[in-house]
């Protein structure tokens, strides 16, 4: 495959695979439901009002046609002049507005489609121009991720994943050039400011990039003063807008959820981080909400990230530093895994990192391609079953899912723990689980670097 048109080619194909969703039904009497209607009223009121105030779009009614049934508005009247505010940060509804404006949901949905192909070309040319992989292997990769949950279906959900996983993949591209300039430091800064305004937990994302883009000028002390000064100018102007805005330090300032027990509650009240802790393995492996439940492909994961550390590459740490502050975040910030939402929602943002492990898995042997493009393939079809059951009403996406009819994904829930209401069964294949990933991480690592002293 030419290396010049490979992104191209993935990013067109994984479009056309997140489209395949855009008509599924989250739940019963809503296309959208959970939080994407609140991104929808947001962005219909910053197309038609030109804020943030959703209260009349809520009283209208405006929500009907994606939202059949009665609405959780979420939100509070914040003060005498019944304002209210969606807890949920704006830049998402501000990318919406446009085409919510002009044709409505499925428009909206469109630009979440084309922003999920993007990110899939933009994966494939730094697994190419960065890393160096043949371009074969790394767009059988690249693909293999982006057509399976969970990125297939965030590439049509209205949810700020999608989003995130571009700015971030974005920053990485931009990070590991040979050669930086002031344009790339520019375009770092940018994903780094953007990504609070997708959503505040991508803040530990956002630091690693940042410690990243500060040692990368290590040398420069003018550099990384300016880069540092225009980074404290932005997180002024954020804070200085939610406080105005939003009532707090945080959108959820102005959430319904949150009025007794405080913002900050949104990471849960009684935080148990040894519970918490059992989703270290579980969002991968977990029998409902892991990821390779549906899409069996990422089991390759962890071996192929262990390969890219071993590889010489300017993003060797990088890429696993920015994978394990998303995955710690949703292992021990985020209230839950086991939500009102497609399975791993909240690793979407860095995923698309993982998806050059694959990458480099495939561009190991014809062999181990073989084995990433049938794992693919699997993921493909299950995705595909469950987008047309959710189109036809047979099933939702959100709500019963797990009682899909999809022949792999039956197969695959009996080897897999559940997290839901664990066993002493189901803790003793999690840490099997966990051992193995582990396992086959350092086993990546290692012969890579065998490879590698032998070349």
């Excluded at 009283?59 to 059949?68: C, F, I, L, Q, S």
């Excluded at 105005?244 to 319904?256: F, M």
């Excluded at 910030?333 to 694959?358: D, K, S, Y």
């Excluded at 190991?364 to 993921?379: D, E, I, N, P």
Aim: glycine content about 10%.
């Amino acid at each position: 495959m030419n290396a010049r048109w490979a992104p191209l080619i993935v990013g067109v194909v994984s479009a056309l695979v997140a489209l395949v969703g855009i008509d599924a039904r989250a739940t019963y009497g809503a296309r959208v439901s959970g939080d994407e209607p609140q991104y929808l009223l947001t962005a219909t009121s910053i197309g038609e009002d030109g804020n943030l105030d959703i209260a009349d779009e809520i009283a209208e009614g405006r929500y009907r046609t994606y939202h059949e049934v009665d609405l959780d508005p979420q939100t509070l009247v914040l003060d005498d002049t019944d304002r209210q505010i969606s807890p949920h940060d704006a830049l998402l509804p501000a990318l919406l507005a446009v085409p919510m404006r002009v044709g409505g949901w499925a428009a909206a949905k469109t630009l979440l489609v084309v922003i999920a192909g993007v990110c899939a070309a933009v994966t494939t040319w730094v697994a190419i121009r960065r890393i160096g992989l043949p371009a074969g292997p790394a767009a059988v990769g690249v693909t293999a991720a982006f057509v399976g949950l969970p990125l297939a279906a965030y590439g049509s959900q209205v949810y700020p994943e999608m989003p995130a996983a571009l700015a971030v993949v974005a920053a990485v591209a931009l990070l590991t050039s040979p050669a930086p300039t002031w344009w790339h430091d520019l375009g770092v800064l940018v994903a780094l400011i953007v990504l609070p305004w997708l959503a505040v937990k991508y803040a530990p994302v956002v630091a690693v990039l940042g410690i990243a883009l500060l040692l990368g000028h290590r040398h420069d002390t003018r550099r990384i003063a300016i880069l540092a000064g225009g980074a404290a100018v932005a997180a002024l102007a954020y804070v200085v807008a939610h406080r105005a805005w939003y009532g707090g330090w945080t959108v959820y300032a102005s959430g319904d959820h949150f009025a007794e027990t405080g913002e900050l509650s949104v990471v849960g009240t009684k935080v148990n981080l040894l519970g918490r802790s059992r989703r270290l393995a579980g969002l991968l492996v977990d029998r409902d909400f892991g990821i390779a439940a549906w899409s069996p492909v990422w089991l390759l994961a962890p071996f192929g990230l262990g390969l890219l550390t071993a590889r010489r590459w300017p993003g060797r740490w990088l890429v696993p530093a920015v994978i394990t502050a998303g995955w710690l975040t949703a292992t021990f910030v985020a209230l839950t895994m086991h939500g009102f939402w497609v399975p791993g929602r909240q690793i979407v943002v860095v995923l698309p990192l993982a998806a050059l492990g694959l990458a480099a898995v495939a561009a190991r042997s014809v062999r181990w391609l073989t084995v990433t493009a049938v794992l693919g393939a699997v993921g493909l079809f299950t995705r595909c079953w469950l987008a047309i059951e959710s189109s036809t009403g047979r099933r939702t996406l959100i709500f019963d899912f797990a009682s899909t009819a999809a022949w792999p994904y039956r197969a695959m829930r009996p080897l897999l723990p559940s997290g839901l209401d664990p066993t002493g069964a189901d803790l003793a294949l999690l840490v099997a689980w966990g051992a193995l990933a582990l396992g086959t991480a350092w086993l990546g690592w290692s012969r890579a670097s065998v490879r590698s002293r032998r070349a």
